[in-house]
T-cell receptor
């Protein structure tokens, strides 16, 4: 069964450094997302991406964050200057128009990248 | 605004017994409701969804959920629990009236199935 793959599985960085989290969504999917899960807390929406542009973003997704789909297969999340509070598990997800409309199709998640900011 | 509540942090059930994991929601329009399961060090896996139609939806691994509009609930159920069902379960909602791609998750319920 096709999977969403994320790399790296664990990233340690120093405060103020830039990080890029990488994702390869399922190949025929058209909607892409980033969510994060701070340890012991709920899963939070960051951003959705469709047709090569951001379709929606949350209050968490400030100017320090950006997303890109540079080559038609990868989908990246960049944090420009990391803060301690950015430490979390970051999940990439994608969904397919074959499984419903964008609003009601299920998300397929990767295994996540654990980001630790020291 | 859309929101989800999972009132139980943890549910313990004996193997072979029926299990229920509770979820209530709040939306302004009609809800699109989902259940996901998370095993340790893994991403969230889709179990089932309710969009419209029959209030009882069946999903993966023998799980089902019942949509109750009057009680704004979407409880996850399974007739006979397995030890391998032990995991973290998340309920999630999208508001059909909001025009939003955002899926709002509950805080999760840890299910422990005791042999």
């Amino acid at each position: 069964e096709p999977e969403v793959t994320q790399t790296p599985s664990h990233q340690v960085t120093q405060m103020g450094q830039e990080v890029i989290l990488r994702c390869v969504p399922i190949s025929n999917h058209l909607y892409f997302y980033w969510y994060r899960q701070i340890l012991g807390q709920k899963v939070e929406f960051l951003v959705s991406f469709y047709n090569n542009e951001i379709s929606e973003k949350s209050e968490i997704f400030d100017d320090q964050f950006s997303v890109e789909r540079p080559d038609g297969s990868n989908f990246t999340l960049k944090i420009r200057s990391t803060k301690l509070e950015d430490s979390a598990m970051y999940f990439c997800a994608s969904s397919s128009p074959l499984e419903g409309f964008a609003y009601n199709s299920p998300l397929h998640f990767g295994n996540g990248t654990r980001l630790t900011v020291t | 605004a859309q929101s989800v509540a999972q009132p139980e942090d943890q549910v313990n059930v004996a193997e072979g017994n029926p299990l229920t994991v509770k979820c209530t929601y709040s939306v302004s329009g009609n809800p699109y409701l989902f259940w996901y399961v998370q095993y340790p060090n893994r991403g969230l896996q889709f179990l089932l969804k309710y969009i419209t139609g029959d209030n009882l939806v069946k999903g993966s691994y023998g799980f089902e959920a019942e949509f109750n509009k009057s009680q704004t609930s979407f409880h996850l159920k399974k007739p006979s629990a397995l030890v391998s069902d032990s995991a973290l379960y998340f309920c999630a909602v999208r508001d059909s009236g909001a025009g939003s791609y955002q899926l709002t998750f509950g805080k999760g319920t840890k299910l422990s199935v005791i042999p």
